[in-house]
């Protein structure tokens, strides 16, 4: 293809994913109010006697400050919900551009990616909304006894965002192995040896990617990573066994030299080397004597 047709391919995948997008966005801002009291239920907000007790009187209460602020969190609310339900549809649109110029089996490769990525991404969004109740109550408790936490919603909603986002995100980092392992740019053997900078990393990562302090919510989010990388690395250790089985030179490095099988086995049919060789001499020999004795003479 040429680049003007290239482009226009990108551009009719951009024009596709960007309509599934503004589809689910508008679906969820008719429904917006269900979506919203779903985002606000792990906020803990004292109604009865028995949630008092429960937050230990520490409650938070919503307060929309200012005329557009309803307005402006409802549509980044209706937005944000649009983008993560669309995660399948622009997807998609990825792999469905990029395939053309792929091999049959890195197509079947491509596709089993795309479509483990979109349940890990939602796996991450669950893992980040059952989370919430637990940072939105240790972050609450700093507050001084005695006072209530006035919440802008536009303030709770960037936290879940960023929580949604950043837990979404993180379970893809397992898949992105895979796929450098598939692609030959790294092996399963030296990703298990990477184990241990791998487990401190990916705590660090998680202590500062959740906007509490506490050490749960950091090893609810360290965890799951943590099997979703040890999964990876089985999956490329059994890729590189099965791709062995297939190329004993596949694991060599670019200095090491390939296998050279030495083995002499035996050509059918094929004549004696004495049998035809020493006619050959015999003839040969009394002919040089002659011309030796010519060039005497």
């Not at 997807?91 to 490769?109: D, T």
Request: with cysteine; net charge neutral; hydrophobic share 55%.
């Amino acid at each position: 293809m040429a680049l003007a047709d290239h482009l226009r391919e990108l551009r009719n995948r951009l024009v596709k994913s960007v309509l599934a997008i503004v589809l689910f966005t508008i679906v969820a801002a008719i429904y917006h109010k269900q979506i919203e009291t779903f985002l606000l239920r792990p906020l803990p907000q004292c109604n009865t006697r028995a949630e008092i007790e429960a937050f230990s009187g520490k409650c938070a209460q919503i307060s929309n400050i200012g005329l557009t602020t309803p307005f402006t969190w409802t549509l980044k609310v209706a937005l944000t919900v649009g983008v993560v339900a669309a995660v399948p549809v622009w997807l998609y649109q990825l792999w469905a551009f990029v395939a053309p110029g792929l091999h049959r089996s890195e197509r079947k490769y491509t596709l089993g990616f795309m479509a483990a990525g979109a349940p890990l991404f939602l796996a991450g969004v669950g893992c980040a909304y059952l989370l919430l109740p637990t940072t939105v109550k240790v972050l609450i408790s700093f507050s001084p006894n005695g006072t209530t936490p006035i919440l802008p919603p536009e303030d709770y909603f960037d936290i879940a965002t960023r929580m949604v986002l950043v837990f979404g995100c993180a379970f893809e980092f397992p898949l992105l192995l895979v796929m450098l392992n598939f692609a030959g740019v790294v092996t399963g053997k030296r990703l298990l040896g990477w184990w241990r900078g791998m487990v401190m990393g990916i705590t660090l990562f998680a202590a500062f990617a959740t906007p509490s302090a506490d050490p749960l919510s950091m090893l609810a989010l360290a965890a799951p990573i943590w099997a979703l990388y040890f999964s990876a690395v089985a999956i490329a250790l059994l890729n590189d066994r099965r791709r062995a089985r297939r190329n004993p030179d596949a694991g060599l490095d670019d200095e090491e030299a390939s296998h050279l099988d030495l083995s002499v086995e035996e050509v059918a049919g094929a004549a004696p080397v004495e049998a035809s060789v020493a006619p050959v001499a015999s003839a040969a020999v009394p002919a040089a004597r002659q011309e030796q004795l010519d060039d005497i003479t």
